[in-house]
């Protein structure tokens, strides 16, 4: 019999470790094995997204200029023979079994959707996939503008790719097709008429790298996001606020640009001017165009200042974008604008909601050395206002959606 390593044993004694899984693909792992008796084939995890500008742009074919989040949702899963999809989200503590010939526009709504539809939405693209058992489990904040749904939908779409023969490590093209399958399970199946940049995000980030995103032509370009060098860094300010008329709001928002586009005769506001945008006699559609078009601009003058290393001409950009998307586009709300107040006030570079809006996050670019002060500035102002306790956390540029355990051979 071996005798148990020494304890104090050198590293080269020690038993060889299996490298660390993200803590919810561990989660979700062993609920897989608790739910159904089994291993699971696969262990894919996808991760959520901080954007840094261009808020409301990509449904208007505009520029946005996101970093994917450390914090992953992971789906465990094995394939089934038959044609159903049984989903257990650990998160919530539900349980749904859905038949993938039951599934279409609208149907299943709610959190089974995002599963369920994506898993749909892959086959309605030509991927041949089928029934499956998933166990979900996941670390970023659900509903708080962090893009959990999109986190979800990409760890479904890597994990069943693997499972029906695709690549454990799908190439950009492939991911692509994979994001464009989750975007089209959240605006058919749940119904909720967001743009790509989630989804894009998740499938196709790459660790240390902020993603320039042209929704024109599709174009993705990874571009070094290494502010820690400077002594930087993006605080998150989770407000935990979710107002409920974000959802209706969305939608209404997309509709008034499109029909400012059809206004000015051009086919997405991408194409239009400030001059142009200006003209607008209707003075909500024109406080619309115009935070459209002004932050497509400074998304480009910040992809500029990273370039040149500006980093307070970055935090500027910030402010202006976070005061056109309370005034002109109309999506803040008071816990958003408190955050971005009182980070600023403890000097931030800069603070802007970040998402959708109607509560969730707000980000500061601040310096490392005043993170303490920022943070204790945004506590107290929460307090002051009579408002909840925000959760603050320090967002760095996370990997892409991938693959972390298989069974499986690969393909
Ligand atoms: P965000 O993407 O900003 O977190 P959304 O409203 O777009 O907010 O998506 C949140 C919804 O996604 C949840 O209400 C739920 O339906 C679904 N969802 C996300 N993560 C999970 C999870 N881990 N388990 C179950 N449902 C989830
Ligand atoms: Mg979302």
Not at 32 to 37: D, E, G, M, V, W
Not at 111 to 125: D, H, L, N, Q
Not at 380 to 403: C, D, I, K
Request: hydrophobic letters at 45%; glycine letters at 10%.
């Amino acid at each position: 019999m071996d005798s148990p390593a020494p304890l104090n044993a050198s590293p080269a004694d020690m038993p060889p470790r299996s490298p660390a899984l993200p803590e919810p693909a561990s989660a979700a792992q062993q609920g897989f094995i608790r739910h159904t008796a089994h291993s699971p084939e696969v262990v894919a995890v996808s991760p959520g997204r901080v954007n840094l500008i261009g808020e409301h742009t990509d449904y208007n074919a505009g520029l946005c200029l996101p970093i994917a989040l450390t914090q992953v949702t992971a789906a465990a899963a094995s394939a089934r023979t038959d044609e159903v999809v049984r989903i257990w989200s650990l998160d919530i503590d539900r349980h749904a079994a859905v038949a993938l010939a039951d599934v279409g526009e609208g149907k299943p709504r709610g959190w089974a959707g995002y599963v369920a539809g994506t898993v749909w939405a892959m086959r309605e693209a030509g991927i041949p996939v089928g029934g499956m058992d998933v166990v979900i489990s996941s670390e970023v904040p659900v509903g708080a503008g962090l893009s959990s749904s999109a986190a979800i939908e990409g760890a479904v779409a890597m994990a069943a790719f693997a499972l029906f023969g695709g690549s454990i490590d799908p190439d950009d093209d492939a991911r692509r097709t994979l994001a464009l399958a989750c975007q089209r399970a959240e605006n058919e199946v749940v119904g909720a008429p967001t743009g790509g940049l989630d989804q894009t995000t998740s499938l196709l980030a790459r660790p240390g790298h902020a993603l320039e995103l042209d929704f024109r032509d599709g174009g993705v370009h990874h571009t070094p996001f290494d502010i820690a060098a400077h002594g930087l860094e993006v605080l998150v300010i989770d407000t935990r606020a979710h107002h409920s008329l974000a959802d209706g709001q969305y939608g209404k928002r997309r509709a008034e640009c499109e029909e400012a586009a059809r206004l000015l005769g051009v086919e997405t506001l991408r194409e239009a001017s400030q001059d142009q945008v200006e003209g607008l006699t209707d003075g909500v559609l024109r406080r619309r165009a115009r935070h459209v078009v002004s932050e497509i601009a400074r998304v480009e003058a910040a992809v500029a200042a990273l370039e040149r290393e500006d980093f307070a001409e970055l935090g500027r950009l910030f402010d202006s974008s976070h005061a056109s998307l309370r005034d002109d586009y109309e999506v803040s709300c008071p816990e958003l604008d408190v955050a971005c107040e009182a980070a600023r006030g403890a000097g931030a570079l800069g603070a802007r909601m970040t998402g959708g809006g109607f509560g969730g996050s707000a980000i500061a670019l601040i310096e490392t050395s005043a993170r303490e002060a920022v943070e204790a500035a945004v506590r107290s102002a929460f307090a002051e206002a009579g408002l909840g306790e925000p959760n603050l956390f320090v967002a760095s540029p996370g990997a892409g959606a991938r693959v972390v355990l298989t069974t499986a051979e690969p393909q």
